[in-house]
């Protein structure tokens, strides 16, 4: 049963390379389409994420006002900022979790190819189902694992900013004038439009930083594993199994499996006669 699975995991494995390495098939290879994922799908998300609209002077003033209350100087004057961040940063949760999901859409249909492409497996129904829900399965359980980490990976942005972060802000308001900034000029349009610059180039900094870990992440969770110990756990379950349960896995006729068992015992006293026949010719 073994050289069967080991054969189907060798046709996965090339099926999932870039197109130099895999001369299985002429339709593109999954690598190929993995690489798009996140050279392409990736970057388009993140560039249509709303940002304009919800950074719009309308929406910063309003966050503003309500995070700062009546009395912003007796408060705390940074609460409308981290709103924003907080908001801006939980639109990347989207582009987070369709990256795991294509890439794990992509992980199904090369399973489903490389057991297609498994001839050997076609003699054994029942075992090529078996194999086929326990990939299934397994992916699923790494495309669980690939989300919880690509959304840790954005909370990790938003949970904590810099002390820098805050310190720019009043700097830019007291640049070249008057380092006091009344109560008025807190809520000008000027104001909130340096807000708005100072959350944006934020924005943009954490972009630019999970464009490239998300795709390690999801590389770490998902692709890495199914290529690596994508069978691991059905290669466990089936080393619990006993004779007959093996049996029924190969589809074998039970007229066959004794006619072969009775073989195999003949071939034992074949085997030990032949010794012992080996061991009187050394003797003389």
């Not at 999932?16 to 994922?37: A, C, M, T």
């Not at 992980?107 to 090529?128: A, C, D, N, V, Y």
């Not at 029924?248 to 195999?264: F, N, S």
């Amino acid at each position: 049963m073994c050289p069967f699975i080991n054969l189907f995991s060798a046709v996965f494995l090339a099926f999932s390379l870039p197109n130099k390495h895999s001369g299985l098939s002429r339709r593109r290879p999954g690598g190929d389409r993995i690489y798009g994922v996140f050279g392409n799908q990736l970057p388009a998300a993140l560039r249509k994420l709303p940002f304009d609209r919800h950074l719009s002077l309308q929406n910063v003033r309003k966050v503003d006002s309500e995070a700062d209350g009546y009395q912003p100087h007796l408060i705390a004057p940074d609460q409308g900022c981290k709103r924003l961040v907080d908001s801006s940063l939980n639109y990347f949760r989207g582009p987070a979790e369709a990256s795991v999901d294509a890439v794990h859409i992509i992980l199904k249909e090369l399973l489903r190819r490389s057991i297609g492409e498994t001839e050997e497996l076609k003699r054994f129904p029942t075992l090529q189902a078996e194999i086929a829900t326990a990939a299934n399965e397994a992916l699923q359980r790494l495309r669980e694992e690939g989300k919880k980490t690509t959304l840790r990976l954005v909370d990790m942005e938003s949970s904590y900013l810099t002390v820098d972060f805050f310190r720019k802000l009043p700097q830019e308001e007291h640049k070249g004038g008057n380092p006091t900034v009344s109560t008025t000029d807190r809520y000008s349009e000027g104001h909130f439009a340096r807000i708005v610059s100072h959350v944006s180039s934020d924005v943009r900094m954490v972009s630019d930083s999970l464009r490239n870990a998300i795709p390690k992440a999801v590389v770490h969770c998902q692709v890495k594993p199914a290529k690596q110990s994508l069978l691991d756990h059905f290669y466990l379950q089936v080393g619990k199994k006993e004779g007959k349960e093996l049996a029924q896995l190969l589809d074998e006729d039970p007229v066959l499996m004794e006619r072969r068992q009775q073989c195999a015992k003949r071939l034992e006293l074949y085997k030990s006669a032949r010794d012992e026949i080996d061991c009187v010719s050394w003797a003389r």
